[in-house]
């Protein structure tokens, strides 16, 4: 009876290799989890920082940015990147403040990991791509900016830098925010160059990552990282590739 010792030992080895998917899965997942991306200013890993500044303070349990970092998010031109929001005029407060909460989850959120990726920039590795955005964090930034001015789509690059922070190029006109960005997609996708791209998924639903969060509740982008880092690990077919061959094989030992 040689096939059925064949039939077996198949049957086996594929038990064998289901499993071992599984495990690779399965750290493959905890690779993305509770992590800091290797940027300018992120720390190597997440911990607690208890003194985390104003909008930055959700994060204070577990933090990728530093209390310095935090400090410096709130403020104008600051060292992190010399940023000017003021670049068409003063940035209405109820505006900036959406621009300080991005800051504050791009610096301090450990729940990115799923969306990192390696870049070839001069002032960092990583970058993130495509993050799930809350639709309704996004259309909120949106109508908290319609009545200030800005003179680019794309805040990532062209801006004229020689006075040592960015200035609108020559060509570009300001405009109320509305003209670059027709729609509240247009400028939570395009504005960082894709690091967004905003969920169909609301607040609390836990399929998004919301910019700010109650920390009294935990953090809710921990759930929403696992969940993506499971889906991106494709540890769902694989298991099902190994039950159906299991499957077709005990069929053809039983006949
Ligand atoms: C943060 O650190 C930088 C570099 O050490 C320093 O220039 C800056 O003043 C610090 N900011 C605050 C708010 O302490
Ligand atoms: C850049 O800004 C400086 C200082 O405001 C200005 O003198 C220069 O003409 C600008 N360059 C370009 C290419 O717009
Ligand atoms: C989001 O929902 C809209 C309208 O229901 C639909 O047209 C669109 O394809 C959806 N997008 C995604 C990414 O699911």
């Not at 969306?115 to 002032?123: A, H, K, L, N, R």
């Not at 993130?128 to 309704?136: A, E, F, G």
């Not at 009545?147 to 062209?158: A, L, M, P, V």
Request: with cysteine.
């Amino acid at each position: 009876m040689a096939w059925l010792m064949t039939a077996q030992l198949l049957f086996l080895l594929l038990v064998a290799a289901g499993w071992g998917a599984q495990l690779r899965t399965t750290q493959a997942r905890t690779e993305l989890l509770n992590i800091c991306m290797d940027a300018k200013h992120h720390k190597g890993k997440p911990s607690p920082e208890d003194k985390l500044h104003d909008q930055c303070t959700p994060w204070k349990k577990n933090s990728c940015c530093s209390v310095n970092t935090s400090q410096e998010a709130h403020k104008d031109i600051s060292y992190l990147y010399r940023f000017n929001w003021d670049h068409c005029g003063k940035m209405e407060p109820a505006c900036k403040w959406h621009f300080i909460q991005d800051t504050c989850l791009y610096e301090c959120s450990p729940n990115l990991g799923p969306w990192i990726q390696q870049v070839d920039q001069s002032w960092r590795k990583e970058r993130i791509l495509n993050v799930p955005l809350c639709k309704d964090d996004c259309q909120r930034w949106w109508e908290d900016c319609r009545t200030s001015n800005t003179c680019k789509i794309n805040w990532h690059k062209g801006w004229n830098w020689t006075s040592g922070y960015n200035q609108c190029p020559a060509e570009a006109k300001c405009a109320p925010f509305h003209v670059y960005f027709p729609t509240p997609d247009v400028l939570c996708n395009e504005i960082w160059s894709q690091s967004y791209k905003v969920s169909n998924y609301s607040r609390g639903s836990g399929r998004c990552i919301q910019m700010w969060f109650d920390p009294a509740h935990g953090n809710p982008n921990e759930e929403v990282a696992r969940f993506y880092a499971e889906a991106m690990s494709g540890a769902e077919p694989c298991r099902a590739w190994a039950l159906l061959l299991s499957l077709v094989l005990l069929l053809w030992l039983l006949s």
